[in-house]
């Protein structure tokens, strides 16, 4: 099989559409995946792209897309109409597939939301065959109330409202994820339990896991269809754990093609399938003065073919002078290139519009790219990302004629932007967000987990109420290395993993401040890296005018809380700007509405 990318129309919007193409059709049969919403949509991305193959392997031409003001396609949540848009997107998406590839009858497959989008477009008529529904909810005031459920919970680990900055645009923000005040209305409006059939598709109910499907749908499609299969569809869980942890089940992919192909006629060799390949969208305007278009870097791989990492390139427009400058977005963990909760496709575009070309990048084994289906937390910290992001670097300076570069990154992403001024050239500035490590450090999950309960554990009074509770005292360390095993990382150590390369982190400052590298370390307040290199006093130092520190208020670690996104979006404006100009950093930090204390700010060490 083989994957080609490309835009395609939808009203008003450009969608990005990934078709996985078959070596050899199974019928005239193809597939559309509709994906679900915000953070479920973020987790399932890589193991919906292996389900798309899978089903392309198995003879199915499949689509997937990101749906209108989502992922890399058009628009944003503000937008008016969102909801008819998605449900319309459906209906395109189909048509797209039919026209690239050649294909009569078209499959959708959708995704919790997903699913009820695809409903909904086929009781208004979408060209149809036949539907897969994942894991529905008959209303959309159930799905609403599992994303109030999910935003409550995450509230926890945020600072309280009453002390957090006002959200800066109205509406509920739901896993990073905004849901404007017109969207939650019609939300609430839809109801796919009483749709009005114009036809009759063939439905494949397949519900979350061990959890049945919503009585309210059974009953509407057994009322109003004739063909309705019900099936466990396995792997739900699995497929919406984090990002760098979902993965797709192989059972439910042989079950889904085994609905799709059952009863369709397979074409017989007397009779070939007419496949038309699709062509690949040069540019496409997704912004004002702003074009994008697929960025494909083939890395080495010995033995095999050579691997490929895909990327979105945002460039300025023929009436917008060009920068020199170039920036690059790195992942945040497993997330794909748009970064956590879109910010990267926000800040890209920006900086497109004003003439600044950047690359949203996925290193391999992460979103689009080539490589394992799953990486682990500590496979993550490899020195091999340091080098695709040198390979990457290499392939911007041949395309765009750029001489500097800024890398961007969230988590492990910042860990290799890190790493990438210290070691690139080119690379003159890095902007890291809240990095759990520099370098590799095997034991930083057991220190930081255990770390917290040993103080409460010093007495004989606390280590009797463990005896009575069950656990011996002799086994409570190893029931800790278990739990932190489980859901931290394993002690991984030895040759292949980043290492700091310095003597030791003041090496490290003084060294970046000699090769004037910008290098801004943004921390939320209670971010463990935080605290370990205050108590080491690893931070740099005031009189260092080229590396700083900036601390913003707990958000999250990966920034859910609108406020705390606007805070970085303008952090990194005030950054990208400075680099551009070679100027010093600004005397303060002036983002209006939000608390920032800013350690270090300015070329003189001015402390505020």
Request: proline letters at 7%; glycine letters at 8%.
């Amino acid at each position: 099989m083989s994957t080609r990318h490309r835009w395609f129309r939808s009203g008003i919007y450009s969608l990005l559409g990934h078709v996985d193409l078959p070596e050899d059709t199974a019928g005239d049969m193809g597939v559309v995946i509709v994906p679900p919403f915000g953070w479920e949509d973020v987790c399932s991305y890589r193991p919906l792209r292996f389900m798309a193959q899978g089903l392309a392997q198995r003879g199915i031409p499949t689509l997937r897309y990101d749906l209108p003001g989502t992922g890399d396609s058009s628009g944003d949540a503000t937008d008016a109409g969102v909801l008819d848009s998605w449900i319309r997107s459906v209906a395109d998406a189909a048509a797209e597939l039919r026209n690239v590839t050649g294909v009569r009858d078209v499959t959708v497959v959708g995704v919790h939301l997903g699913a009820m989008l695809a409903m909904k477009a086929v009781s208004q008529g979408a060209d149809i065959r036949q539907m897969v529904l994942w894991g529905p909810a008959a209303t959309g005031r159930a799905v609403l109330r599992e994303l109030r459920a999910t935003a409550n919970v995450e509230r926890w680990e945020h600072l309280p409202d009453e002390f957090a900055p006002p959200q800066p645009m109205p509406g509920f923000e739901a896993g990073g994820f905004l849901i404007s005040p017109e969207t939650l209305r019609a939300m609430e409006d839809l109801d796919v339990s009483s749709l009005p059939w114009r036809t009759s598709p063939r439905v494949l109910l397949l519900s979350r896991d061990d959890l049945p499907p919503d009585g309210k749908i059974l009953e509407a499609l057994h009322t109003s269809l004739r063909h309705v299969a019900i099936a466990p569809g396995r792997g739900y869980a699995a497929m919406m754990c984090s990002p760098q942890e979902s993965v797709s089940c192989v059972e439910t992919i042989d079950l889904i093609a085994s609905f799709i192909t059952a009863d369709i006629g397979v074409e017989s060799p007397e009779k070939p399938h007419a496949r038309r390949a699709p062509t690949t969208s040069r540019a496409e305007r997704v912004a004002p003065r702003t074009l994008e278009s697929v960025f494909s870097i083939e890395t080495p791989r010995m033995e095999t073919a050579p691997l490929c990492m895909f990327g979105i390139l945002s460039e300025p427009d023929a009436a917008v002078p060009r920068s020199d400058y170039c920036l690059l977005y790195l992942n945040a963990g497993g997330v794909r290139h748009t970064g956590p909760n879109r910010m990267w496709v926000e800040s890209a575009r920006r900086w497109a519009s004003r003439g600044v070309t950047s690359l949203r990048l996925d290193l391999q084994g992460i979103g689009e790219s080539d490589g394992e289906q799953v990486i682990d937390v500590p496979s993550l910290y490899r020195e091999t990302f340091v080098q695709q992001i040198e390979i990457a670097i290499g392939r911007l300076r041949e395309y765009t004629g750029a001489t500097r570069f800024g890398t961007i990154g969230l988590c492990s992403g910042a860990c290799w932007a890190f790493h990438a001024a210290a070691r690139i050239p080119e690379v003159d500035s890095s902007i890291l967000v809240n990095p759990s490590l520099l370098w590799w450090d095997a034991s930083a999950d057991r220190r930081r987990i255990l770390g917290p309960l040993s103080p409460g554990f010093t007495g004989w009074a606390e280590w009797s109420r463990v005896i009575r509770g069950g656990i011996e005292r002799g086994n409570f360390q190893g029931a800790a290395r278990r739990i932190t095993e489980k859901f931290g990382w394993t002690r991984r150590e030895g040759s292949g993993y980043l290492q700091l390369g310095f003597r030791n982190m003041e090496h490290a400052w003084s060294s970046l401040e000699k090769n004037r590298k910008r290098v801004t370390l943004v921390f939320r307040e209670g971010e463990p890296l935080l605290a370990e290199m205050e108590a080491a006093r690893q931070l740099p130092p005031l009189k260092n005018s080229w590396a700083r520190l900036v601390r913003i208020p707990n958000g999250g670690h990966t920034l859910r809380p609108l406020w705390a996104q606007k805070i970085v979006h303008d952090l990194i404006d005030l950054e990208i700007d400075a680099a551009i100009r070679e100027a010093p950093a600004p005397a303060a930090w002036s983002v209006e509405g939000n608390p920032i204390q800013a350690d270090h700010i300015c070329a003189n060490g001015t402390h505020l």
